[in-house]
């Protein structure tokens, strides 16, 4: 019996101490979107409390949606986030299936020298994207932050698609050889398909980070009408600094589009990096 | 095998498979690393790019100004990382254990919750705790008071002894997700005729953990330490996104990634010199490849991995 009065509460503490800590993961989200909807009054006299009808106010959102160009970074943000994640997911398959499929010389250099990049950041060598990036003119244009993004995510995608591609079975596509299939087709018919779900996992993991950056569209993009929705929000933020209800605001919405991907692909990462996906 | 199949043939389509891959990946990443390191070699007189040799090496560790600069940042960083790995990973770790009992209820619930922070931009993060942390909104004077420990708050982010513990923690409070994440994926890969076999032996719940567990997930614990290190020495984003390029107060949150930005990109009344700035990138290089041989040659080839 004392047994089982130690194992009840074993199980209190470990609640005890998961509900705590996620009450310290989401409260300062929760009171930037609170405080987002109420009067400018009410976030300095009770920033704790629900907004109700006395406190109820939009006026932030409205400066929000008149001063910044909101939807414009916003379609910026998906523009990079989706095109890179495409030429991530073409280029990195391709090469992976490369890799795993075909024995010819240089094979594992050519494994190893695309796995550098998964230790090395590509932060490092800004000066020199930068520079190249002015002399081939895509200095301030989203194909600028397409392909550092697309350079910065091949290597764990390569790494990542090979382990899966060496998984499928050889039979399928020597019968797809008998009948006939050129080395593409049996890639783009018969062998993509069956990677499906590692696709996924790199897509998410891409994903985050692609979207939040700031250092690249801070340095290559910096320009109005290519500003991405996190540079965007920043510079908007840094300029409206004393308009609380603007600030907030805007902090929300930045909020918003993230935590939309992460309810739609939640299941997906965690399932991602739980299966061994980066071991 | 005949003799005429082995004749040397072109595959081509090993090559379409390749070259999009290895061309867009040598072009924007590899080159310009290397180019970087090259450029670090050189200065500019009158809009001329002229070869010094190791002169802008020599200016950043001899010269008064940047050697200062450069060891602030480089000190700070080490504190940053020390600090991701006392709190960050012992924290993580901890949430991974509770989390990987097998009988917990609304376990995938509090994963989802926990993990949140990770997915939001710097931005974001680095904002919102400005606010919650100013002495002009008052939550967290207000939470320390209705606790009784008003006496405690201070204006964390603005004052230079707290600065930058305080932002390290802000950072150590987003990440936490992720050795929460890999730390239980490697617990639940443990397979549970091991568990099983330390039960009949009398070990079971605390020692369990210590004991058998533990040990098991060194690797993992290796890895997420050389992540932690590569992702702490080349970050600028939270300190910009808080303090801004400047790292204030006083310099005293300046990590080798602002203080780059600062030298190559140019700030207020500080001209940008690219070259400077490619020296001080191949500093930060150096570090995380010394850091990275490290684990590799050091701690990883040695650790003792357990097949299942």
Sequence with gaps: ?279 | MPKQNRRIRIKWHIIVFLAPAVLVYTAVMVYPLFNTMRLSLFTETDQQRVFVGLQNFRTLFGDDVWSDQFWNALGNNLQFFLIHMLVQNPIGIALAAILSHPKLRFASFYRSAIFIPTILSFVIVGFAWKLILSPIWGIAPGMLDAVGLKSLYAPWLGKEAYALTTLSLVSVWQFVGIPMMLIYAALLSIPDEILEAAEVEGITGQSAFWKIKLPLILPSIGIISILTFVANFNAFDLIYAAQGALAGPDFSTDILGTFMYRSFFGFQLQLGDPHMGSAIASAMFAIILVGVSIYLFGIQSRMRRYQF
């Design chain 1, 1 to 279: 019996m004392s047994a089982a009065r130690q194992n009840r509460l074993n199980t209190f503490a470990a609640h005890g101490a998961l509900i705590l800590y996620t009450l310290i993961a989401l409260f300062p989200v929760f009171v930037i979107v609170i405080n987002s909807f109420k009067t400018r009054k009410a976030i300095f006299r009770e920033p704790l409390v629900l907004p109700n009808a006395d406190s109820f106010s939009m006026i932030g959102y409205e400066t929000v949606l008149k001063q910044g160009d909101f939807f414009l970074y916003l379609q910026n943000s998906i523009i990079v986030t989706v095109v890179s994640l495409f030429f991530i997911l073409l280029f990195g398959a391709m090469a992976a299936f490369a890799l795993a499929e075909y024995r010819f010389k240089g094979n594992t250099l050519m494994g190893l020298y695309l796995a550098l990049g998964i230790m090395i950041p590509i932060r490092i060598g800004t000066v020199a994207i930068l520079e190249l990036m002015v002399q081939t003119g895509l200095v301030n244009t989203l194909w600028a932050l397409i392909l550092v993004y697309t350079a910065q995510g091949l290597p764990l995608a390569v790494f990542i698609l090979s382990e899966f591609m060496k998984q499928v079975s050889d039979d399928l596509k020597n019968a797809g050889r008998i009948d006939g299939l050129s080395e593409y087709r049996i890639f783009f018919r018969l062998v993509l398909p069956l990677v499906r779900p590692a696709m996924a996992t790199v897509a998410v993991f891409n994903m985050i980070p692609i979207w939040n950056d700031l250092w690249f569209p801070l340095i290559l993009a910096p320009a109005e009408e290519v500003k991405t929705l996190t540079l965007g929000s920043q510079v908007f933020i840094g300029q409206f600094v004393t308009d609380w209800n603007a600030v907030l605001s805007a902090l929300s919405l930045a909020i918003l589009p993230v935590m939309g991907l992460y309810v739609i692909f939640s299941r997906q990462l965690i399932r991602g990096i739980t299966s061994g996906a980066v071991k």
